[in-house]
């Protein structure tokens, strides 16, 4: 059974850093893409980001980039998005998704950011 | 970037009715190597996002047959034949045709 889990996530001042990370399991993490997607309360949903299967290319929403980081270490079967510079408007449930056929596919709980001062 | 539109954005069914969403991007999404990477998401209230419906009209694992998907370029269509109390959520299509990936508004499916 495929299983995401994310973790990381809390309450932090604007300014502030968090690390998330995404315990993946079920599936051979390092054979696939993986991505990052959010949702603010009571929103829709937004892309953030994007890693290949190596780790060797990425891609982010023009909204994150040069602030956001992701990462993976498939030894640890785990994905990773470094949030540096958080802004009120980062505020958002973030959600771990695994690349699929040309899709995205199976999708973790999410974990709640709050960038609140 | 690909500018996904859904309509309707409320959709007030009958159980046992069919239900139609529709979903538009401002340019096609066929991608250089043939495929066309459109999806149908389904998100319960207090749930994450489920997978339903990949590269057009492909049924994920475990999704019931009375959910089809179709269409070609950028006009893409997801239809219920027979809504069901569970069906109750908000449905997205997204494209992974071309980052950055988009997702249209939701449309929201109620029971009347």
């Known amino acids: 059974e495929v299983q995401l889990v994310e973790s990381g996530g809390g309450l932090v001042q604007p300014g502030g850093s968090l690390r998330l990370s995404c315990a993946a399991s079920?599936?051979?993490?390092?054979?696939?893409?993986m991505h990052w997607v959010r949702q603010a309360p009571g929103k829709g949903l937004v892309w953030v980001s994007y890693?290949?299967?190596?780790?060797?290319?990425?891609h982010y929403a023009d909204s994150v980039k040069g602030r956001f980081t992701i990462s993976r270490d498939n030894a640890k079967n785990t994905l990773y998005l470094q949030m540096n510079s958080l802004r009120v408007e980062d505020t958002a449930v973030y959600y771990c998704?695994?690349?699929?056929?040309?899709?995205?596919?199976?999708w973790g709980q999410g974990t709640l950011v709050t960038v609140s001062s | 970037d690909m500018v996904m539109t859904q309509t309707p954005l409320s959709s007030p069914v009958t159980l046992g009715q069919p239900a139609s969403i529709s979903c538009r991007s401002s340019?096609?999404?066929?991608?250089?190597?043939?495929?066309?990477?459109l999806s149908w998401l389904q998100q319960r209230p207090g749930q994450p996002p489920r997978l339903l419906i990949y590269?057009?009209?492909n049924r994920f694992s475990g999704v019931p047959d009375r959910f089809s998907g179709s269409g070609a370029g950028t006009d893409f269509t997801l239809k219920i034949s027979r809504v069901e109390s569970e069906d109750v959520g908000v449905y997205y299509c997204?494209?992974?045709?071309?980052?950055?990936?988009?997702f249209g508004q939701g449309t929201k499916l109620e029971i009347k």
């Open positions: 998704v695994r690349g699929g056929d040309g899709s995205i596919d199976y």
């Open positions: 079920g599936f051979t993490f390092s054979h696939l893409w």
């Open positions: 890693i290949n299967s190596d780790g060797s290319n990425t």
């Open positions: 340019q096609s999404l066929v991608h250089s190597d043939g495929n066309t990477y």
């Open positions: 590269k057009i009209s």
């Open positions: 997204t494209q992974a045709t071309q980052f950055p990936y988009t």
